[in-house]
C-alpha cells in the first residue's frame, strides 16, 4: 500500500470532473437500491450524527458510509446554518474524506458543496423519473439558493418542461436566479401562484415552518421536498404529506429527522430503493412525495466517481 498524502480536490475541480449531475445517475441508482437490500446490499450507513452550535443557530452533520458495490468508504462533514442577515458565508459548508477501504489510509479531502448540490439533485431526478405524472408540463422550484440552481441545471436537462416557475422569499433572489440560468424560468409572487397547476414542485428552502399547502397543489403532482432536515422543521403542510404517497430516501432518517415526516405523523410508503428494486410499486397516477433528508453513501458514490476522474488524469 502507498502512503502517499491524500490529494486535495476544490470545488473548482469537483466542478471540471462532475460536469452534470446525471453523471452521477447509474451510481445512485445502484447505491439506493442497495441501500434499501439491507445487509444484503452491501451499504453500511449509520444515521448520521448531528451536533448543534447553539449559539449561532448552527449544525455540524458527520456523515459516513461503506459501499461495497462501489468498494468506497467516505464520511461528509456537513455545516449548515440557519439564515443570518449578517453572514456572508454560504449557508451550507462541505468537506468529503475519501478512505483506501483495504487499509484505512485517507486518500482525497473533497470540497463537499458541489458533491452535496449534484448528488441531491440527482436523487430527486431519480425520484422524479420515477414518481412524476405523465405528461408533465410545468416544474415550480420553490427556493433559490444553491440547491435550487442544481435542481433547475439537473431537471431541464433531464425532463422535457415546457415551463419552470421560481418562488423564493426574498424576490431579488428569484429574479437573479432566474436571469442567470440560462433559459426562460418565471418568477412568481407567491407560492400559490408558483405551484398552481405544476406538475412536479421542488422545494429548496430553509424554511422551518410550511410554505407548501395541499389545497394548492394539483392532484397527480409529484414533490420532492428537499429542505426541512430537522425534527421540528417543515416545508409541507399536515394535509399535504397525508394525502401523498410518501417515498424516503431512509425510514430511519426520516423517522428520526424529518419534521414533515414526524409531526404530520404520515405514513411512510417506500424507500426510494425500493422502488428502484421494484419491492414497491411507484404509482405515478397519485400525489406522490419523495423526502429526501440526503444519505452518506449519495457523497460516497459522488467522491469516488471525481477521485477516479482525477486519478484517471482527467
Ligand atoms: N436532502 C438533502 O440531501 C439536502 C438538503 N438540503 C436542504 O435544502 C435546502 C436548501 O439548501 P441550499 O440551497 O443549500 O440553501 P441556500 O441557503 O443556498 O438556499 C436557501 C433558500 O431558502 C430561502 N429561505 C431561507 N429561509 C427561508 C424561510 N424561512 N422560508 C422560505 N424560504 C427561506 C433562501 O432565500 C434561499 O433561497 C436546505 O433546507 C438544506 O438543508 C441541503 C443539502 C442536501
Ligand atoms: O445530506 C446532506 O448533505 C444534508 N442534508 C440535510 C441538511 C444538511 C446537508
Same mark, same amino acid.
Request: glycine share 8%; proline share 6%.
Given at each position: 500500500?502507498?502512503?502517499?498524502?491524500?490529494v486535495?480536490?476544490?470545488?473548482?475541480?469537483?466542478?471540471?470532473?462532475?460536469?452534470?449531475?446525471?453523471?452521477?445517475?447509474?451510481?445512485?441508482?445502484?447505491?439506493?437500491?442497495?441501500?434499501?437490500?439491507?445487509?444484503?446490499?452491501? !451499504?453500511?450507513?449509520?444515521?448520521?450524527? !448531528?451536533?448543534r452550535?447553539?449559539?449561532?443557530?448552527?449544525?455540524?452533520?458527520?456523515?459516513?458510509?461503506?459501499?461495497?458495490?462501489d468498494?468506497?468508504?467516505?464520511?461528509?462533514?456537513v455545516?449548515?446554518?440557519?439564515?443570518?442577515?449578517?453572514?456572508?458565508?454560504?449557508?451550507?459548508?462541505?468537506?468529503?474524506? +475519501?478512505?483506501?477501504?483495504?487499509?484505512?489510509?485517507?486518500?482525497?479531502? +473533497?470540497?463537499?458543496?458541489?458533491?452535496?448540490?449534484?448528488?441531491?439533485?440527482?436523487v430527486?431526478?431519480?425520484?422524479?423519473?420515477?414518481?412524476?405524472?405523465r405528461?408533465?408540463?410545468?416544474?415550480?422550484?420553490?427556493?433559490?439558493?444553491?440547491?435550487?440552481?442544481?435542481?433547475?441545471?439537473?431537471?431541464?436537462?433531464?425532463?422535457?418542461?415546457?415551463?419552470?416557475?421560481?418562488?423564493?422569499?426574498?424576490?431579488?433572489?428569484? +429574479?437573479?436566479?432566474?436571469?442567470?440560468v440560462?433559459?426562460?424560468?418565471?418568477?412568481?409572487?407567491?407560492v400559490?401562484?408558483?405551484?398552481?397547476?405544476?406538475?412536479?414542485?421542488?422545494?429548496?428552502?430553509?424554511?422551518?415552518?410550511?410554505?407548501?399547502?395541499?389545497?394548492?397543489?394539483?392532484?397527480?403532482?409529484?414533490?420532492?421536498?428537499?429542505?426541512?432536515?430537522?425534527?421540528?422543521?417543515?416545508?409541507?403542510?399536515? %394535509?399535504?404529506?397525508?394525502?401523498?404517497?410518501?417515498?424516503?430516501?431512509?425510514?430511519?432518517?426520516?423517522? %428520526?429527522?424529518?419534521?414533515d415526516?414526524?409531526?404530520?405523523?404520515?405514513?411512510?410508503?417506500?424507500? +426510494?430503493?425500493?422502488?428502484?428494486?421494484?419491492?414497491?410499486?411507484?404509482?405515478?397516477?397519485?400525489?406522490?412525495?419523495?423526502?429526501?433528508?440526503?444519505?452518506?453513501?449519495?457523497?460516497?458514490?459522488?467522491?469516488?466517481? !471525481?477521485?477516479?476522474?482525477?486519478?484517471?488524469?482527467?
Amino acid at each position: 500500500m502507498s502512503s502517499a498524502p491524500p490529494v486535495f480536490i476544490s470545488a473548482a475541480d469537483v466542478e471540471r470532473l462532475l460536469p452534470r449531475a446525471s453523471l452521477l445517475l447509474p451510481g445512485l441508482e445502484a447505491a439506493l437500491s442497495n441501500f434499501s437490500a439491507g445487509p444484503a446490499g452491501g !451499504v453500511e450507513q449509520p444515521l448520521r450524527a !448531528v451536533l448543534r452550535v447553539r449559539p449561532y443557530r448552527g449544525f455540524l452533520g458527520v456523515m459516513p458510509a461503506y459501499s461495497a458495490a462501489d468498494d468506497a468508504l467516505s464520511t461528509k462533514l456537513v455545516t449548515f446554518y440557519e439564515p443570518r442577515g449578517d453572514s456572508a458565508a454560504p449557508s451550507h459548508q462541505a468537506t468529503v474524506l +475519501l478512505f483506501d477501504p483495504r487499509c484505512g489510509a485517507l486518500r482525497a479531502v +473533497l470540497d463537499g458543496a458541489v458533491i452535496t448540490a449534484k448528488r441531491t439533485a440527482a436523487v430527486s431526478a431519480i425520484a422524479t423519473k420515477l414518481l412524476m405524472p405523465r405528461p408533465a408540463a410545468v416544474l415550480c422550484i420553490l427556493g433559490a439558493g444553491v440547491q435550487a440552481r442544481s435542481h433547475y441545471e439537473a431537471f431541464t436537462e433531464l425532463f422535457d418542461f415546457t415551463e419552470v416557475r421560481l418562488w423564493n422569499r426574498t424576490e431579488q433572489r428569484a +429574479l437573479q436566479l432566474a436571469s442567470s440560468v440560462g433559459g426562460a424560468v418565471r418568477v412568481c409572487g407567491t407560492v400559490r401562484d408558483a405551484v398552481c397547476g405544476a406538475d412536479v414542485i421542488v422545494t429548496v428552502t430553509m424554511a422551518t415552518a410550511p410554505i407548501l399547502f395541499g389545497e394548492w397543489v394539483k392532484p397527480g403532482a409529484h414533490i420532492n421536498a428537499v429542505g426541512a432536515s430537522r425534527p421540528d422543521w417543515r416545508e409541507l403542510d399536515d %394535509a399535504l404529506m397525508k394525502s401523498s404517497v410518501l417515498v424516503v430516501d431512509s425510514r430511519e432518517a426520516a423517522l %428520526a429527522e424529518s419534521g414533515d415526516v414526524i409531526l404530520s405523523g404520515a405514513e411512510i410508503f417506500a424507500e +426510494l430503493g425500493e422502488l428502484l428494486k421494484g419491492t414497491k410499486p411507484a404509482q405515478p397516477e397519485k400525489t406522490t412525495v419523495f423526502k429526501s433528508l440526503g444519505m452518506a453513501v449519495e457523497d460516497t458514490v459522488a467522491a469516488k466517481f !471525481v477521485y477516479d476522474a482525477w486519478s484517471a488524469g482527467n
